[in-house]
């Protein structure tokens, strides 16, 4: 039986300002990219196609460095028990992964030797699934 826990979330603070910059910078770089692509077609100039790729690429990369620099703030204001705002992404699990416990050596999943490759302890019961 679980019971309901509270959780409040707030907004603000320098992390939210950074995250909102971030989506910003994006809009910003597809604004950029939509009149480079206009200019691109009515000059019939290619130079301006170079351009959509630095409008996206600067865009992009401004987005994921904001909002990293937002995260980490989260990350030391939660450490510190103060409230920040937003959200602290989450990551998901892309599979799993078999190491051996004596020389820590990634056994591939498929990898059907009952022995270590690097330093060859055997296997009791690794590879079942
Ligand atoms: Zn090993």
């Known amino acids: 039986m679980a019971i309901r826990i ?4 707030f907004v603000g603070g320098i992390e939210g300002s950074l995250s909102k910059l971030g989506t910003f ?28 790729f630095v409008f996206m690429f600067h865009s992009i990369v401004s987005l994921i460095l904001l909002r ?12 510190a028990n103060i409230q920040y705002g937003g959200e ?3 990551s998901f699990a892309a599979g799993d992964v078999f190491i ?8 591939g999943e498929k990898d059907q ?3 270590c490759h690097k330093c060859g302890s055997s296997f009791e019961n690794l590879l079942t699934k």
């Open 88 to 90: 602290i992404s989450k």
């Open 100 to 107: 051996c416990s004596e020389c820590r050596a990634i056994v």
């Open 68 to 79: 990293g620099f937002a995260e980490v703030i989260r990350i030391l204001k939660k450490l």
């Open 6 to 9: 509270e959780h409040k979330r």
């Open 113 to 115: 030797r009952k022995w």
């Open 25 to 52: 910078f994006l809009v910003l770089g597809i604004i950029g990219s939509f009149f480079a692509f206009l200019l691109a077609v009515f000059s019939k100039e290619a130079v301006f196609l170079l351009l959509i």
